[in-house]
């Protein structure tokens, strides 16, 4: 074991630690970002350090340090017991952590190029060319490339044994146009929004993705969006695409699932849950066609991992089943709590300097039957939205508002005009007992979510979400403009 | 705390090794930001999260004529710097020339901070035990209640250093304080948030009362259709209103890229004429900041006078395209969000919060709005949802709790209909605002609780 691991909590034990876990981080992220022809940003970072969590007396105590010599692991093992018997003051229930967890092992994301060895000056290129094809485009004002790559190098080492060491990697890249003119702004993004889509995967995403040839389209797209008409105001049906879906599936199922703040320990920020315990099991959250799973083993997927920031090994469960609600993420705090046998692996960090809490994995709509061009034929009167613009939820996860980028009318079984400003809302369990039809696996994507915020101080999170197009009835679309 | 000799001692060294490593003609910036900050958390009354860190980022510009490479570490070990240097300048080397790259500022005289503000010993000295204490006074209100409380008490320290190839060197230090608490009832529940440099001015007995309260009043709320309402906006409310039109409007990139409703419109009444909105970095009331993330100094800067937009915020890249000078606004996530204003402040009016609710003849009083995000860029039109208690005014009065609501609207159409700006102004996530009422706020949906 390293030694500073070893130390740390030999440390945290000898001042009186009944439990404490050690987590050493180096993270390493590379940016290329291209705005307006013009390279903006190349930028390589690191960021290292550990973090000790002491359990004494029933109560949590963290300390984390950028320095990893001798003397700061004896300090920072020492004030997270100092900080957990401050925790003690102001504490009713002790912490029950379950049965003991001793995951030994290493775990590394398969990956066909690593995207550390991919020579800047291609990235760089790739970028520019694409940009240059996007701003080609009349009435195009601002574009935006970026690549990015993410090497998370970590060790676990608990005093129950776990010893686990991961390498995560990540990669994501994106192009998007926005146009401008009449009063208007349109904005195109590619292959997902907020700028990128990112992956466990190595630079074949990248090359995968082929920004470069779908530069023109996005560019195209964002201008017509210009003239294109409003989209509506009404109720009508839906076809939702898999990213806009998969952010659906992350902000209605994923976060509401999460087992900490079912118990309110979200309550003063990212809020409550309407999942709570008693609906475990019973309750009808969607149609007999929805099923979701939480699957931290998806092979290249945003979330996946070897074993979760508890050195609990990776899993995948089913969390809504047929249309039932059956499952929760968790740690194994919280495991305990509700009494089940184990965590489901879902303890989360964001780095060396913040603690696990419940977080998403993957969670994912599972593929249906249908062909989207059979879907489409299908529905008589409807809208068809795709790429995320806007996302708001309520704090208990029941009324949320989705904005897409961009839009199409369906009339008679056929993709009609393009729409702007397209929004949806509705009310989590009324939505998803309206899908009645889920396209297929050959239309299924594992899609990245790279921004997922929790906590306090606040973690930015990467989580993955599965999903194809499918479609829901009786939604009330075009709110605003 | 690592003090301004070890700072400054890093940042000679990293200059020197660029200088060494890139040659005669290499520019380079590096900023140091340090920091100890803890947080204690707690939720259904205790503490269940409490955390400590100590960390130091090293950020690098290195600059080859005009083109610029980045590179970041954390710790200030000698091979940390080398590590750091040596990867900006690969980056520089792979890099295109940024025609607008405007290189590395002059040192320029800072301003001078009030004197001790920004800075408080008593949030330096602040103990695991002293921020359990704060969070045990909530609880203990919230418990005798009957209510449950779930918050956080913060204490943080920092020092940054920016120095440059070209003569700056700017060092600063501040603390920052927080107490945050949501108590929540079987059917209701209240916010309760102070923040400010100095932990000792935390009064969480304060807190704990304006939450309990707040959720005590806000018991039982009944349904309300959605439709178009006056509303009065507490200053929760009222910073997450300041903060997308500036963020969305008032800053340099935005208007470049004519994103921004007041691109080609500088000087003109965009807005009503009760809205006075300035960037005040040196406001000893705020979170004092004398220098931005290029080392530029900080001043004061009135964006919007009367209503009249007067100026929007840059960075030395987007002055540069601007044909402008950097308004002190360089952060350094600027390449994604642009040259931010992170120290608003909205003039006071003259009235109090009854005669802010008097004014209102059917409205609603808003603690605090929840999720907010951008609809549409040009008209700031934003959708979120109410949180922490509403409550319906009617003639003048508050009448009685409703349930949350949806809210789909143009941020800047609403601060074109303000009815009143209160008096007494209070710092809500960076920002100083007092509570504003609006006329025609529209509510696109609601909730059951």
Avoid at chain 1, 200 to 213: I, P, Q, S
Avoid at chain 1, 265 to 280: N, P, Q
Avoid at chain 2, 219 to 224: G, H, I, M
Avoid at chain 2, 387 to 410: A, H, M
Wanted: hydrophobic share 40%.
């Amino acid at each position: 074991m390293d030694e500073l691991i070893a130390r740390a909590l030999d440390t945290a034990v000898a001042r009186g630690a009944q439990y404490a876990d050690v987590r050493r981080v180096r993270q390493e992220r590379q940016l290329v970002l291209v705005r307006n022809g013009t390279v903006e940003s190349v930028s390589l970072e690191e960021d290292a350090g550990f973090g000790i969590r002491a359990l004494v007396d029933g109560a949590w105590g963290f300390a984390a340090s950028y320095k990893t010599d001798a003397a700061e692991a004896d300090a920072v093992a020492a004030a997270a017991v100092r900080t957990a018997r401050a925790s003690a003051r102001v504490h009713l229930r002790p912490v029950v952590l379950g049965e003991p967890v001793r995951s030994r092992g290493a775990y590394r994301t398969p990956v066909q190029r690593d995207p550390f060895a991919v020579p800047l000056d291609e990235q760089i290129s790739l970028l520019l060319r694409s940009d240059e094809a996007m701003r080609r485009v009349p009435r195009v004002t601002s574009t935006t490339g970026q690549i990015v790559c993410v090497r998370d190098t970590k060790t676990f080492a608990s005093t129950e044994g776990a010893l686990t060491e991961q390498e995560i990697v990540q990669t994501g890249g994106g192009i998007t146009a926005t146009a401008t003119g009449d009063g208007e702004v349109q904005r195109r993004s590619y292959p997902n929004s907020g700028g990128r889509n990112q992956v466990c995967e190595g630079y074949e995403f990248v090359e995968r993705a082929d920004l470069e040839a779908n530069a023109t389209r996005v560019a195209e797209e964002a201008v017509a969006l210009l003239a294109a008409p409003q989209c509506p105001a009404g109720v009508t049906t839906l076809i939702l695409d898999g990213s806009q879906l998969a952010l659906q599936v992350h902000e209605s199922c994923g976060h509401p699932i999460e087992l900490d703040r079912v118990f309110g320990s979200e309550a003063a920020y990212a809020g409550t849950s309407f999942l709570t315990t008693d609906r475990l099991g019973a309750f009808r959250y969607g149609s007999d066609v929805v099923t979701m799973t939480a699957d931290a083993t998806l092979p290249g997927a945003l979330g996946t991992f070897g074993w979760d920031d508890e050195g609990v090994p990776a899993q995948r469960i089913e969390v809504v089943k047929e249309g039932r609600f059956v499952g929760y993420l968790t740690d194994r705090e919280n495991a305990s709590r509700l009494g089940l046998p184990g965590s489901m692996g879902a303890a989360r960090a964001s780095g060396w300097n913040r603690i696990p809490l419940v977080r998403m994995t993957n969670v994912s709509l599972e593929p249906g039957t249908w062909a989207l061009d059979a879907l489409i034929a299908d529905t008589d009167d409807g809208i068809y939205m795709e790429t995320n613009r806007s996302w708001s939820i309520d704090d208990r996860r029941l009324n949320f508002q989705f904005g897409t980028e961009v839009a199409y009318e369906i009339k008679g079984g056929k993709r009609g005009g393009l729409l702007k400003n397209a929004t949806y809302t509705g009310i989590t369990p009324e939505f998803w007992r309206s899908c009645d039809a889920i396209c297929d696996r050959d239309h299924w994507i594992a899609w990245g979510t790279p921004n997922c915020g929790k906590g306090q101080p606040s973690q930015v999170m990467h989580t993955g979400h599965g999903a194809a197009p499918a479609r829901f009835r009786g939604v009330r679309v075009g709110v605003a403009r | 705390m690592i003090g301004e000799a070890a700072l400054k001692a890093a940042a000679d060294g990293v200059l020197r090794r660029a200088r060494r490593a890139g040659g005669a003609g290499a520019g380079a910036e590096v900023v140091l930001v340090a920091r100890d900050a803890a947080l204690t958390r707690f939720a259904e009354n205790q503490i269940h999260q409490h955390v400590g860190e100590r960390d130091v980022d090293v950020h690098v510009r290195v600059a080859l004529g005009k083109r610029v490479g980045g590179a970041s570490v954390n710790g200030l070990d000698a091979a940390a710097l080398d590590r750091v240097v040596e990867r900006a300048l690969t980056a520089a080397r792979l890099q295109r020339e940024n025609p607008d790259f405007p290189g590395f500022p002059e040192a320029s005289p800072l301003p001078a901070a009030p004197d001790g503000a920004g800075y408080a010993a008593a949030t330096a000295a602040a103990t695991p035990e002293a921020r359990a204490d704060r969070a045990g006074i909530v609880c203990r209100r919230a418990a005798a209640a009957g209510m449950s409380s779930a918050g956080a008490c913060s204490t943080s320290v920092r020092e940054e250093v920016v120095a440059n190839s070209a003569g700056t060197y700017a060092y600063q230090t501040g603390t920052t304080a927080r107490l945050l608490t949501v108590v929540s009832g079987d059917t209701s529940s209240g916010y309760g948030d102070r923040q400010g440099p100095d932990f000792a001015a935390l009064d969480a007995e304060s807190v704990a009362e304006e939450a309990a309260g707040k959720a005590e009043r806000g018991r039982d709320p009944r349904d309300l259709d959605p439709g178009v309402y006056d509303v009065v906006l507490e200053p929760y409310a009222a910073e997450d209103v300041l903060s997308f039109v500036a963020y969305l409007g008032l800053q340099g990139r935005a208007v470049l890229e004519q994103t921004s409703f007041a691109a080609g419109k500088l000087g003109q009444r965009l807005l009503s004429e009760a809205v006075t909105l300035r960037d005040d970095p040196l406001d000893p009331a705020g979170l004092v900041d004398r220098f931005d993330a290029e080392g530029v100094p900080k001043r004061p800067l009135t964006l919007v006078d009367r209503g009249v937009v007067r100026a929007v915020t840059y960075d030395r890249l987007t002055a540069a395209r601007a044909g402008t000078q950097s308004t002190g606004h360089a952060t350094r996530g600027a390449s994604f969000f642009g040259p931010v204003a992170a120290h608003l402040s909205l003039e006071p009016g003259a009235l109090t919060r009854a005669e802010l609710i008097g004014k209102i003849d059917r409205g609603l009083l808003i603690t605090r709005f929840w999720y907010t995000r951008p609809v549409h860029p040009l008209s700031v039109t934003v959708t979120g949802m109410t949180r922490d208690s509403t409550f319906l005014i009617e003639r003048g009065e508050v009448t009685r709790p409703v349930k949350n609501l949806r809210f789909t609207q143009s941020y800047v159409a609403a601060l074109g209909r303000v009815l009143g700006v209160g008096r007494e102004a209070q710092l809500t996530d960076g920002v100083r605002t007092p509570a504003i009422a609006l006329g025609g706020f529209t509510f696109t949906g609601k909730s059951d609780y």
